[in-house]
């Protein structure tokens, strides 16, 4: 490619989003170059879901969206929706399933997505640059001016779709959050969300006999709670409940969990107090055995259930139904699927994506401060972010 050549628009990351809004834009006739800093191209969709990427959500709507401006999100959501996303993979014959809570998992691998992306983006003729660096952003007169490994290029627009920081090893950085600062965008401060919890040694101590033991739960703090599993690991909590709650968490805070949400344990042992069963083993009919073991161990009692006295009883509810942890961290960006936080949305245009104070710049996807749930949120985000800049060419 020729030195300075130039664009109508410029994307800086061939992931998720920035590939969405290349092939949009491209579709809109517009010269559009992609760069990535990556030789490999949209990494995060290839793993993500198991490698069945959840693409999307059908219950997606705003309040399953973390973001310090929380209407934001609406608009670029209300114009692209997941039946438009669902749409898209009808037409190019991919099939695709519904899990639990409205998360759509496609049939193939992920990989289909991401050739699908890769194939619309060649037919709108995009130009898509891998293992590009970009050493410099400057503001011209008409527009962006990027010094890169490349070359010198030249674009009207330039839209960053950097993501954010989770799992670096394959290619997430820091830079959309440096371009931001650089315009001067306040960001939000980022923190790992959907991510693992720690416990400290004497909360692992109590609890190490659990590791790989999942249960149904409902966990909750002063924010929000979530009914989904739970799993005891090696270093404390993971599983769908705790990865949402991580989300709202913040240092310091307790996190309570329902053992056994759906029913009351003190109505089941009335209802059965002449039981001459172990309490134990009485627990195991409704919880893992390993687990009702375990909460018998820190209750420092196990007698069989027609000995229990009224204390006992309240005990035992409050440690099933109110089992309260002190996470002391979390496994950080390296097991997170997001991050929370970034480029504050209150200085950008919530129809098209672009900064209120730079014209023609603009950002979607994670880097952006909106931080979906678990269960194909985020990457509705990152297609619904990208249509709203491609539309506003
Ligand atoms: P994304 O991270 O996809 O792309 C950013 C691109 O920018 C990358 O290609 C990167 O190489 C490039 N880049 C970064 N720095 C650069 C630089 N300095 N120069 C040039 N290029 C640069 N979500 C969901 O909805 N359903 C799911 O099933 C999952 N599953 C899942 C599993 C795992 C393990 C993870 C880590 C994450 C998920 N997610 C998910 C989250 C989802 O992957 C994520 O929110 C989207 O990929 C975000 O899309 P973006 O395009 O914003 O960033």
């Known amino acids: 490619m020729q030195k300075n050549s130039s664009f109508d628009v410029i994307i800086i990351g061939a992931g998720a989003a920035g590939l969405m809004c290349a092939q949009l834009t491209g579709a809109r006739h517009k010269r559009v170059l992609i760069l990535d800093h990556s030789d490999k191209l949209a990494e995060k969709i290839r793993i993500s879901g198991g490698?069945?990427?959840?693409?999307?959500?059908?219950?997606?709507?705003?309040?399953?969206?973390i973001s310090q401006n929380k209407h934001f999100i609406n608009s670029a959501l209300s114009r692209?929706?997941?039946?438009?996303?669902?749409e898209l993979l009808n037409q190019h014959q991919l099939s695709y399933h519904e899990k639990t809570l409205g998360q759509l998992f496609c049939n193939q691998k992920s990989q289909a997505i991401i050739d699908l992306l890769d194939f619309l983006c060649q037919q709108a003729q995009v130009i898509?640059?891998?293992?590009?660096?970009?050493?410099?952003?400057?503001k011209t007169?008409?527009?962006?001016?990027?010094?890169?490994?490349?070359?010198?290029?030249?674009?009207e627009a330039l839209v960053?779709?950097?993501?954010?920081?989770?799992?670096?090893?394959?290619?997430?950085?820091?830079?959309?959050y440096q371009i931001a600062r650089q315009f001067d965008h306040n960001i939000i401060t980022t923190a790992p969300a959907l991510v693992p919890l720690c416990l400290d040694k004497p909360q692992l101590d109590q609890l190490k006999d659990l590791a790989g033991v999942s249960f149904f739960s409902r966990v909750s703090n002063e924010k929000i709670n979530f009914s989904e599993h739970s799993l005891f690991t090696h270093r404390g909590l993971s599983g769908p409940a705790i990865l949402q709650i991580s989300s709202y968490w913040q240092a310091g805070e307790a996190i309570e969990i329902n053992l056994l949400p759906e029913e009351s344990i003190f109505t089941i042992i009335q209802a059965q107090r002449s039981s001459n069963k172990?309490?134990?083993?009485?627990l195991g009919g409704y919880l893992p055995q390993r687990l009702a073991t375990s909460l018998t161990k820190l209750l420092g009692f196990d007698p069989i259930i027609s000995q229990l006295n009224k204390k006992q009883l309240t005990q035992i509810s409050q440690l099933i139904h109110s089992f309260s942890i002190h996470p002391c961290g979390s496994e950080g960006y390296k097991k997170a699927e997001v991050t929370r936080g970034g480029v504050d949305t209150r200085q950008l245009n919530s129809k098209t994506m672009m900064s209120n104070q730079i014209e023609g710049l603009y950002f979607i996807g994670e880097v952006v401060d909106v931080t979906g749930w678990l269960g194909g949120y985020n990457f509705q985000w990152a297609w619904s972010s990208a249509h709203a800049v491609a539309t506003s060419f």
């Open 51 to 65: 490698g069945r990427c959840n693409f999307t959500n059908l219950q997606a709507s705003p309040e399953c969206y």
């Open 80 to 86: 692209y929706t997941p039946w438009h996303f669902c």
């Open 128 to 138: 898509r640059l891998m293992s590009t660096k970009i050493f410099d952003i400057e």
């Open 141 to 155: 007169t008409r527009g962006f001016k990027l010094e890169t490994s490349q070359g010198t290029f030249l674009s």
């Open 160 to 176: 960053i779709a950097t993501g954010g920081l989770s799992i670096p090893q394959i290619g997430a950085s820091s830079f959309g």
């Open 278 to 282: 172990l309490l134990s083993n009485f």
